[in-house]
């Protein structure tokens, strides 16, 4: 069955829940997959690994991956979250990244 495809696939606050490294890779994978124009990714963008204080959340650094695998698609423009992590839950650690197919 052919895949379906999309203008812009988003994916937010998901990738630093991938802690298995397979599935993370295989997440990215179809994410680009679906679109045929825009990705727009809502996540943190560091190598980090919080296990031993949340061990559902692993920081990757998904540009670089994105840069390796996916040579046909660019960082458009990174928008900055309002609102940094600083002391209480409604506050993130994660920005906008738009990526756009070359």
């Known amino acids: 069955m052919p895949q379906l495809k999309t203008t812009l696939s988003l994916s937010l606050d998901v990738i630093y829940h991938l802690v298995e490294f397979e ?3 295989q997440y990215l994978h179809g994410l680009f997959a679906a679109a045929e124009k825009f990705v727009l990714i809502y996540s943190s963008n560091i ?3 919080t296990q ?4 559902h959340i692993e ?14 698609w660019k960082l458009k423009k990174m928008i ?5 992590i600083q002391s209480n839950e409604e506050e993130s650690f994660a920005d906008f990244y738009i990526f756009e197919k070359r």
């Open 23 to 25: 599935v993370y890779e």
């Open 52 to 55: 031993d204080i949340a061990i």
């Open 80 to 84: 900055k979250n309002k609102y940094p």
């Open 59 to 72: 920081h990757r650094k998904f540009t670089d991956w994105v840069e390796k695998n996916k040579p046909d």
């Open 47 to 49: 190598n980090s690994k």
